[in-house]
DNA sequence: GATCCCATGTAACGTGTTACATGATTTT
DNA sequence: AAAATCATGTAACACGTTACATGGGATC
């Protein structure tokens, strides 16, 4: 009875005076395979050191250039950028597009900079969980003999060949020289790795 | 002018009535690469297809069994089994270890079952974000000479040797004959295709 | 009796998605 | 003039993680 009420309250204060931020530690787990702890930050601060942007411009590098390895709308990038600019990682100039079309070009801050390479630099001990929906589905279908295998691995041929395809359309457009590879080495690499691992996943696919 | 005012209104009454939960259509976005929608609760209707089990059991198998490809943990697990139970697609039956340690064993209802096959069976026509932090990174490094990159390539070396040891050895204990394989064959797919995924990763890394 | 595992829950918070909301510019 | 694209925001809600919280059972 009595600890009930002590437990209670202690919540209470503990609500009442922790307002601001807790500093949470990381929680080492091995080869456990973690979530994700605010890793958009640093993916906006790496595409502004590439060159300043706006917003919008972020939005469209999430659709097109990074979307194999990161999702982000706009609804999630406006505010990251507000938060990122008050933390002093950013800072933004108004332009204007024709008349008066009103938009930020964000760039980075020293601090920013040094915060990303301070990122890229620190170590990264987690294995990334696929959920891949298509690989769960089958993980819970019992027997080969199965009627709806080969319509469900058809569907995922077309869907990888497609991507695959998308993959290979970007390295000859993005990288079709060595200057190209030189000017992006990185780039270039996870490019390639995209384009190994939807290679092998569709051999594996076509063998049953 | 008229279709401004007309569009304001439509939106008004739009707000007024749907006051209650709105029913989202997924939108089809082609080849997009989108988010979850509650894959969770089909992962469980799965596992409880295979045997019966309490919500710690579940939270274990998602350490253990398919941690590679979906991860949850009990804060998550058990308030979705009462709202599961209290959707109809589960029950559960009180049980005891030793003298009191009470325990919920839950299995599928038939709409439980219905909804996990409706599910297995409806199209996947998604791919996912890889959200692997280490290519991120290798993202934003521009030059082959960086020095950071032979340390963070031996780091990922290791990660991904761990994982596919652990892999390999898990073929072995689940799957040491053709009976194993025939009796859940989805499994064997799957853990044959993560074999081959590290492998191609590994393969990768020790090129560059 | 200490430690680890079994077993179940809630609280707080951070992240991510969809929908709402608006307006300018360019292209068809 | 209609549609697509540029451009920026907020609101509501769903999902996921970490921390808090408790207690029984088995093993050393």
Redesign the pocket.
């Known amino acids: 009875m009595v ?2 009420v002590k ?1 209670q309250l ?2 209470f204060f ?2 009442w005076f ?2 601001d ?2 500093p ?4 080492q ?1 091995g080869l456990s395979i ?8 640093y993916i906006i601060l790496g595409l502004l050191n590439q060159r300043s942007q ?4 972020l ?2 590098a999430f659709d097109h250039e990074i979307g194999e390895f ?7 990038i ?2 990251m ?2 938060r990122m600019e008050t933390d002093g990682e950013i800072t933004h100039q108004d332009a ?10 964000y760039q980075l801050t020293h601090k920013g900079r040094q915060k990303l390479e301070a990122w890229i630099s620190e170590p990264s001990p987690e294995l990334t ?1 696929t ?1 891949d929906e298509f690989i769960l589905k089958l993980y819970f279908i019992r027997s080969a003999d199965d009627p709806r295998i080969p319509a469900m691995i058809h569907e995922q041929v077309t869907l990888h060949q497609a991507q695959l395809d998308h993959l290979h359309l970007r390295m000859a457009t993005v990288f079709p020289d060595q200057a190209a590879i030189d000017a992006a080495y990185g780039h270039y690499l996870i490019l390639e790795h995209a384009i190994e691992r939807e290679t092998q996943y569709l051999a594996w696919l076509n063998r049953h």
Do not use: F, M
């Not at 973690?34 to 930050?41: E, K, V, W």
């Open positions: 600890s009930e437990a202690e919540l503990k609500n922790n307002k931020r807790k949470r530690q990381t929680g787990k973690i979530g994700q702890r605010n890793r958009l930050q706006t917003g919008y411009d939005t469209k990161w999702q982000a709308q706009h609804s999630q406006y505010p950028l507000k204007v597009t024709g008349e008066k079309l009103a938009k930020k070009v969980a959920k």
